[in-house]
């Protein structure tokens, strides 16, 4: 997750008020704006924490306040700056649905979006449906005696976007950025991550037994009695079990040398010779495609004799299982009910969700850029689309200047390196051409229209391969409050849900505007091209190696700094993040906020009107690194801090804050800190 922007460039314009001029009077002297509050600057002062020393700990002095105050919602597992807006964009969103839902109109996408939040929330009629609208997914499921109908299972459930073992779409290939492929990766756990399978640190044997004791509730609930439910729920474990040490960590799923293997059709048939893949490929609609890569050979081939040598009824079990865990939330309440048990598990969660806020997720997963339009309209205007590309470019070429002085890199590499960042494209706010939504939907069948929806999807992805890469189709829907790089796209994309207020306000101190806008969304997307893994990518996203060995083992060197560092910081007591898994995200958070400030003072230097200095006492400067830490003002469930610890490649927010100021070379100074203070160390990192 990263920070948010809107329109930049056109940023501190102060109005006189009205009761400064005399209309009257033209020959009278007109007062001088009046100054900046801080209110009015972008910084929440009631989030401040004044006893706080910003050169001891900055988080607790820019969020001391908030974090003392705040409350987490009991159906949320965070609050802070990111959950305020992605509320304020679900209550928008709710308002559309509930709008088209009552609608009279003809208009086929109003209908659309109506006729599916209003099946949605329809819970009467999914009450009274039960369990029926997964039966043929269970009876696909049980239908396994042999290794072959397993595969015929398997290859029904695929189809109906449930994945057991692994799953199949397209990918961009990373030999050859401009062609579509078809990829075959790891899938199948219930679980977030293998170790919660294999390790037994901190809390994850309590973990594990919550778990397992929640599939054996679910398989009573599908109307095994509890001898036999306990019989099914061991099976499923113990498969899911041997699936999870067949498969990759997320460390080493970080080297996109490990998870790319272009073994083609033949390749992929001599991996796993016993499965019909000629038969799942027709059934996918791709039987003709030969170009294939694989996250790892020896996955498959551990699939597939784990298929040859497990118990058919196990395997049935496991299958069920998978049935079970996916449709769960869409089901009756029991059903809902149940799945909840380890959201609580996992994520602290006190209280499920609204109804009407799981329907708008669905709508915005299901039909976003149909959704999308009427957000777009009402919270993104051309304008500030404009303005965001050119602040883009504006922290592009702050980067630039940043490559000519990098110590660690030479001019063999500086080359290459310039070429990458001319390249990088930008996408701002939301397509510009909606996706289209080619199927029926019904008011009154929920699970009939999420059915449609995943089959339409599929279809959707499948066909792109064999064609070429389409540069313009989002990964995000417009609303979402985030934003990403694709490496092999060379491309960053900046939705319209992170480019809103609080992030950015278009009369906020463009200090503000530059420390939490400029540094937490744009750097930092920008800096992902030249992280641990995006740096491995050239200008044209190929998975190829421009660097020089010299350049090379110095950005190795910088790197494991950050990874040393953050590996220090502690989750919750005694869980320490891991500096590996979020290596990415940490080199992006502080490169960001470096170019960030570097681009403020070019941008600040290249102003005819002074900037305003000085906002109740507090500098410019100073107001920078505020606005880039109070976008991170965060309360967190301890258990949702644990999950991510293990789970999650960014880092808790106090991390984000704190982690990345003590290696900025301006706070000291912004501050006045004493060398050596908490915020000032003598020793520090840099990559970017």
Request: contains cysteine.
């Given at each position: 997750m990263v920070r948010g922007m809107r329109t930049f460039l056109l940023l501190f314009v102060v109005a006189c008020s009205a009761a400064h001029a005399d209309p009257h009077d033209q020959g009278r002297m007109q007062m001088?704006?009046?100054?900046?509050?801080?209110?009015?600057?972008?910084?929440?002062?009631?989030?401040?924490?004044?006893?706080?020393?910003?050169?001891?700990?900055?988080?607790?002095?820019?969020?001391?306040?908030?974090?003392?105050?705040?409350?987490?919602?009991?159906?949320?597992?965070?609050?802070?700056?990111?959950?305020?807006?992605?509320?304020?964009?679900?209550?928008?969103?709710?308002?559309?649905?509930?709008?088209?839902?009552?609608?009279?109109?003809?208009?086929?996408?109003?209908?659309?979006?109506?006729?599916?939040?209003?099946?949605?929330?329809?819970?009467?009629?999914?009450?009274?449906?039960?369990?029926?609208?997964?039966?043929?997914?269970?009876?696909?499921?049980?239908?396994?005696?042999?290794?072959?109908?397993?595969?015929?299972?398997?290859?029904?459930?695929?189809?109906?976007?449930?994945?057991?073992?692994?799953?199949?779409?397209?990918?961009?290939?990373?030999?050859?950025?401009?062609?579509?492929?078809?990829?075959?990766?790891?899938?199948?756990?219930?679980?977030?991550?293998?170790k919660f399978y294999l390790q037994n640190t901190d809390t994850l044997p309590k973990t594990r037994k919550a778990y397992q004791a929640h599939q054996v509730r679910m398989f009573q609930l599908s109307g095994l009695d509890a001898k036999k439910a306990k019989v099914a729920a061991d099976n499923a474990f113990r498969v899911e079990t041997a699936i999870a040490k067949l498969q990759q960590d997320d460390v080493t799923r970080r080297d996109p040398h490990a998870i790319y293997h272009r073994v083609e059709r033949v390749g992929l048939e001599k991996a796993a010779p016993t499965f019909p893949w000629g038969d799942y490929l027709a059934k996918a609609g791709i039987g003709s495609v030969t170009q294939i890569t694989v996250n790892d050979p020896k996955y498959f081939t551990g699939i597939a004799k784990l298929l040859q040598a497990e118990k058919p009824a196990a395997l049935a079990d496991y299958l069920t299982w998978t049935v079970l865990r996916s449709s769960a939330p869409n089901l009756s309440k029991p059903w809902v009910d149940e799945a909840f048990t380890m959201e609580k598990e996992l994520s602290g969660v006190k209280e499920l969700p609204p109804r009407w806020r799981r329907c708008v997720h669905h709508v915005d997963s299901e039909l976003g850029e149909l959704l999308a339009q009427s957000y777009v309209k009402a919270k993104f205007s051309g304008s500030a689309k404009v303005s965001a590309t050119d602040l883009t470019k504006s922290?592009?070429?702050?980067?630039?200047?940043?490559?000519?002085?990098?110590?660690?890199?030479?001019?063999?590499?500086?080359?290459?390196?310039?070429?990458?960042?001319?390249?990088?494209?930008?996408?701002?706010?939301?397509?510009?051409?909606?996706?289209?939504?080619?199927f029926a939907i019904s008011p009154t069948d929920f699970a009939g229209n999420v059915r449609a929806a995943t089959k339409f999807e599929?279809?959707?992805?499948?066909?792109?391969?064999?064609?070429?890469?389409?540069?313009?189709?989002?990964?995000?829907?417009?609303?979402?409050?985030?934003?990403?790089?694709d490496s092999s796209l060379n491309e960053l994309v900046?939705?319209?849900?992170?480019?809103?207020?609080?992030?950015?306000?278009?009369?906020?101190?463009?200090?503000?505007?530059?420390?939490?806008?400029?540094?937490?969304?744009?750097?930092?997307?920008?800096?992902?091209?030249?992280?641990?893994e995006g740096s491995q990518f050239d200008a044209d996203g190929n998975l190829h190696d421009w660097w020089s060995a010299d350049t090379k083992k110095k950005f190795g060197a910088a790197t494991k700094c950050i990874q040393d560092q953050y590996s220090k910081y502690e989750a919750v007591p005694k869980v320490h993040l891991d500096g590996k898994?979020?290596?990415?995200?940490?080199?992006?958070?502080?490169?960001?906020?470096?170019?960030?400030?570097?681009?403020?003072?070019?941008?600040?230097?290249?102003?005819?009107t002074p900037v305003q200095k000085d906002v109740e006492g507090i500098s410019d400067d100073q107001l920078f690194y505020l606005g880039y830490g109070q976008s991170w003002c965060m309360k967190v469930t301890p258990e949702s801090l644990v999950t991510r610890a293990h789970s999650d490649p960014h880092s808790p927010a106090q991390w984000r804050v704190n982690g990345v100021i003590v290696n900025q070379p301006g706070f000291a100074a912004a501050f006045s800190c004493k060398a050596g203070a908490p915020m000032a160390p003598a020793k520090n990192c840099s990559v970017w």
């Open positions: 001088a704006p009046a100054p900046m509050t801080l209110a009015q600057s972008g910084i929440v002062a009631g989030w401040l924490d004044k006893t706080a020393d910003p050169c001891t700990d900055f988080f607790q002095y820019a969020c001391g306040g908030f974090t003392k105050n705040a409350e987490i919602p009991a159906d949320r597992s965070s609050w802070g700056t990111i959950p305020m807006v992605v509320k304020e964009s679900e209550e928008f969103q709710k308002k559309t649905l509930e709008d088209a839902a009552k609608a009279t109109s003809r208009d086929p996408l109003t209908q659309k979006l109506g006729a599916y939040y209003a099946a949605c929330m329809d819970e009467a009629a999914i009450e009274k449906a039960g369990i029926t609208p997964i039966q043929p997914l269970l009876a696909s499921a049980a239908s396994v005696k042999d290794p072959a109908t397993a595969a015929a299972a398997i290859i029904a459930l695929h189809a109906e976007g449930v994945f057991p073992f692994f799953a199949a779409g397209p990918s961009q290939d990373f030999g050859d950025a401009t062609k579509v492929i078809a990829s075959f990766d790891q899938a199948g756990l219930g679980l977030p991550e293998r922290v592009l070429a702050a980067m630039r200047s940043e490559i000519d002085t990098l110590p660690w890199m030479d001019a063999a590499t500086r080359g290459p390196a310039k070429a990458k960042l001319d390249k990088m494209a930008y996408l701002v706010g939301y397509p510009d051409r909606w996706r289209a939504y080619d599929i279809a959707r992805q499948m066909t792109k391969i064999g064609k070429p890469v389409d540069r313009f189709d989002w990964q995000m829907t417009p609303p979402t409050v985030n934003a990403y790089y900046l939705p319209a849900g992170q480019l809103q207020p609080p992030f950015y306000g278009a009369g906020f101190h463009p200090a503000v505007n530059f420390g939490d806008t400029g540094g937490g969304t744009i750097g930092h997307e920008m800096t992902h091209g030249f992280d641990d898994l979020t290596s990415g995200e940490n080199i992006a958070d502080n490169g960001g906020v470096k170019l960030a400030y570097e681009a403020y003072k070019t941008w600040r230097a290249a102003q005819k």
